[in-house]
């Protein structure tokens, strides 16, 4: 694949809103598609999501309640995961029984720390990034006062040097080796929600189980983004959301990774009818009997709707060629948003922003994600500077007026991702151009 390859989306499912729908005002062509660059966090709908729900809509207006177990697609909603789950673990890199789809992203967090988080007086302390994402925070934090732990001496953060913004390799791995004896649990997200950093997975793994710690992973910005091999590299557990990268909807329905090495040792402690053999389920026995492996774990029989519009996205990621072709189109396209930032006469060089963030001479912007390929995903992450200035605000308003949709992250930083399934190299080229002309405008 080369950059001429990227004027056409790789997928035609995907229709992003017009400039008109999302509020763009100042776009000289009426009924224009918007350049969309906010996949990080939340896809866009694709049309096999559209085409499944409505079949679901239809089932359930036809057959009500026999589409449990006689669905007009042959898709009986009893069993509507079992087309999810070979496509979670081809996503992850997993069996098909060391994955479930269900939940919420932190309900799923909580149900696994609630199995893998198992403090003791010597080894109690949870090892995580700092300013991780907020539901993050809190759930480790309440986790750690369930236990009857205070989360100012339990939870153990791992923040940048000095004038850097992301994490160093060897400063995570230093980290698990001083405190390794006091640690439970290292839990990291896969790629950083702000900064865009994807941490090197394998190697803290293997760290944290070198030093006797669980490690598990919230994967909600690597899930759908980056090639993941959690069964190879040993992780004990993962959680993920699907509405991002993995395009099923607002609030879209979530999955979790169980390695197989425990499916005979931690057996679901908070039970639900749905994780219960499917051979007995519907006999209403006393006792519980899970599925074996990470499905277990379900509780409630799930939304077939949120099932039906991830069912739909990941048809579209296996048609593609998965995580392989989606990986290559991706660095392409980030590599090409990057280096074209960078020769923006308003890019300041980290190591300069960071020296003095707060006195610039003049409006300029400097990207926070790391700049070697290996070490993030689809999304960068820019700082508008001087820090505190207001300037963020100002270029997020004009790129808005003029179709360009990122995500912006009070007070200077505004996120910028190009989703390979639909993203082109014009997009990138176009949310450039406007970024420009909008530091422009500034200097009036």
Same mark, same amino acid.
């Given at each position: 694949?080369?950059?001429?390859?990227?004027?056409?989306?790789?997928?035609?499912?995907?229709?992003?809103?017009?400039?008109?729908?999302?509020?763009?005002?100042?776009?000289?062509?009426?009924?224009?598609?918007?350049?969309?660059?906010? $996949?990080? !966090?939340?896809? /866009?709908?694709? &049309?096999?999501?559209?085409?499944?729900?409505?079949?679901?809509?239809?089932?359930?207006?036809?057959?009500?309640?026999? $589409?449990? %177990?006689?669905?007009?697609?042959?898709?009986?909603?009893? !069993?509507?995961?079992?087309?999810?789950?070979?496509? %979670?673990?081809?996503?992850?890199?997993?069996?098909?029984?060391?994955?479930? @789809?269900?939940?919420?992203?932190?309900?799923?967090?909580?149900?696994?720390?609630?199995?893998?988080?198992?403090?003791?007086?010597?080894?109690?302390? #949870?090892? @995580?990034?700092?300013?991780?994402?907020?539901?993050?925070?809190?759930?480790?934090? !309440?986790?750690?006062?369930?236990?009857?732990?205070?989360?100012?001496?339990?939870?153990?953060?791992?923040?940048?040097?000095?004038?850097?913004?992301?994490?160093?390799?060897?400063? #995570?791995?230093?980290?698990?080796?001083?405190?390794?004896?006091?640690?439970?649990?290292?839990?990291?997200? *896969?790629?950083?929600?702000?900064? *865009?950093?994807?941490?090197?997975?394998? !190697?803290?793994?293997?760290?944290?189980?070198?030093?006797?710690?669980?490690?598990?992973?919230?994967?909600?910005?690597?899930?759908?983004?980056?090639?993941?091999?959690?069964?190879?590299?040993?992780?004990? %557990?993962?959680?993920? @959301?699907?509405?991002?990268?993995?395009?099923?909807?607002? *609030?879209?329905?979530? $999955?979790?990774?169980?390695?197989?090495?425990?499916?005979?040792?931690?057996?679901? &402690? %908070?039970?639900?009818?749905?994780?219960?053999?499917?051979?007995?389920? +519907? &006999?209403?026995?006393?006792?519980?009997?899970?599925?074996?492996?990470?499905? *277990? +774990?379900?509780?409630?029989?799930?939304?077939?709707?949120?099932?039906?519009?991830?069912?739909?996205?990941?048809? #579209? +990621?296996?048609?593609?060629?998965?995580? =392989?072709?989606?990986?290559?189109?991706?660095?392409?396209?980030?590599?090409?948003?990057?280096?074209?930032?960078?020769?923006?006469?308003?890019?300041?060089?980290?190591?300069?922003?960071?020296?003095?963030?707060?006195?610039?001479?003049?409006?300029?912007?400097?990207?926070?994600?790391?700049?070697? =390929?290996?070490?993030?995903?689809?999304?960068?992450?820019?700082?508008?500077?001087?820090?505190?200035?207001?300037?963020?605000?100002?270029?997020?308003?004009? /790129?808005?007026?003029?179709?360009?949709?990122?995500?912006?992250?009070?007070?200077?930083?505004?996120?910028?991702?190009?989703?390979?399934?639909?993203?082109?190299?014009?997009?990138?080229?176009?949310?450039?151009?406007?970024?420009?002309?909008? +530091?422009?405008?500034?200097?009036?």
């Amino acid at each position: 694949m080369t950059i001429s390859d990227l004027h056409k989306p790789l997928s035609d499912q995907f229709t992003p809103p017009t400039n008109e729908q999302i509020g763009a005002s100042a776009h000289p062509e009426p009924g224009k598609s918007s350049v969309y660059l906010c $996949g990080n !966090s939340l896809g /866009l709908l694709s &049309k096999r999501s559209d085409l499944v729900i409505q079949e679901e809509l239809n089932a359930w207006r036809t057959r009500a309640v026999v $589409g449990h %177990f006689d669905h007009p697609k042959g898709r009986n909603w009893v !069993s509507y995961a079992d087309a999810i789950h070979p496509l %979670f673990a081809e996503v992850v890199g997993a069996t098909e029984k060391e994955v479930a @789809c269900m939940g919420t992203l932190t309900t799923n967090l909580h149900l696994m720390m609630d199995s893998f988080y198992k403090p003791t007086s010597e080894r109690y302390k #949870i090892l @995580c990034e700092a300013k991780a994402f907020p539901s993050d925070q809190y759930a480790f934090a !309440s986790q750690a006062l369930a236990h009857g732990y205070d989360p100012a001496d339990a939870i153990i953060e791992v923040s940048p040097r000095e004038g850097e913004y992301t994490l160093r390799e060897e400063d #995570i791995l230093q980290a698990i080796e001083d405190n390794g004896s006091s640690i439970a649990l290292v839990i990291f997200s *896969g790629i950083q929600y702000y900064t *865009g950093q994807w941490f090197p997975m394998q !190697s803290v793994t293997k760290k944290a189980k070198e030093m006797g710690c669980i490690c598990g992973w919230d994967l909600a910005h690597a899930f759908g983004n980056v090639p993941l091999q959690l069964h190879d590299w040993d992780v004990d %557990f993962a959680v993920w @959301c699907t509405y991002k990268y993995g395009n099923s909807g607002p *609030g879209g329905i979530a $999955g979790l990774f169980v390695h197989e090495k425990w499916h005979e040792v931690e057996r679901p &402690k %908070f039970a639900g009818w749905w994780g219960h053999e499917l051979t007995t389920r +519907f &006999k209403m026995p006393p006792t519980f009997s899970p599925i074996s492996g990470a499905q *277990g +774990f379900q509780q409630s029989n799930p939304c077939i709707l949120a099932m039906a519009s991830l069912l739909g996205s990941l048809q #579209i +990621f296996k048609e593609v060629g998965m995580l =392989p072709a989606l990986r290559e189109r991706s660095l392409l396209l980030t590599g090409h948003l990057d280096k074209m930032l960078r020769e923006s006469k308003y890019f300041v060089p980290p190591s300069k922003a960071a020296m003095s963030p707060d006195n610039a001479n003049h409006p300029g912007f400097t990207i926070i994600t790391p700049a070697e =390929p290996e070490s993030r995903g689809a999304q960068l992450s820019l700082a508008f500077l001087p820090l505190g200035a207001g300037n963020m605000v100002k270029v997020f308003d004009y /790129l808005v007026k003029h179709g360009v949709i990122g995500d912006e992250r009070e007070p200077d930083v505004i996120r910028l991702a190009p989703a390979p399934l639909y993203n082109t190299i014009d997009d990138v080229e176009a949310a450039v151009k406007y970024l420009n002309e909008a +530091f422009d405008s500034l200097a009036q």
